[in-house]
């Protein structure tokens, strides 16, 4: 990976880790972010100096796009605290 798609999968993971452990919870558990989650990081490190890097990366960004989506709708202020 180049400096600068570190330097962005880096921001993108900060994206997906800022919501709420519960609204992690649920994309990942329950709404298929789990699968794109390892999609993306499958063609990250299968072949890192390749274009794989970039189309993981792109399905990370994607990813940090439901992230937020996932903090704002299932925030325990929104929704209330669930056992996921």
């Known amino acids: 990976m180049t400096g ?6 880096q921001r993108l993971s900060e994206i997906i880790a800022a919501g ?7 994309l990942f ?3 298929g972010g ?5 999609g993306a990081l499958d063609r990250i ?6 274009r794989d890097v ?3 990366l792109d399905m990370l960004e994607t990813l940090a796009e439901y992230a937020v989506d996932a903090a704002r ?3 325990p ?3 209330g605290r669930i056992t996921v």
Request: proline share 3%; aromatic share 8%.
């Open 29 to 31: 558990e329950h709404t």
């Open 4 to 9: 600068e798609q570190r330097r962005r999968f």
């Open 20 to 26: 709420s452990a519960q609204s992690v919870a649920i």
């Open 73 to 75: 709708l299932y925030a």
């Open 45 to 50: 490190l299968a072949s890192p100096e390749s």
């Open 54 to 56: 970039e189309e993981g």
């Open 77 to 79: 202020s929104k929704i």
């Open 34 to 38: 789990q699968s794109l989650y390892t």
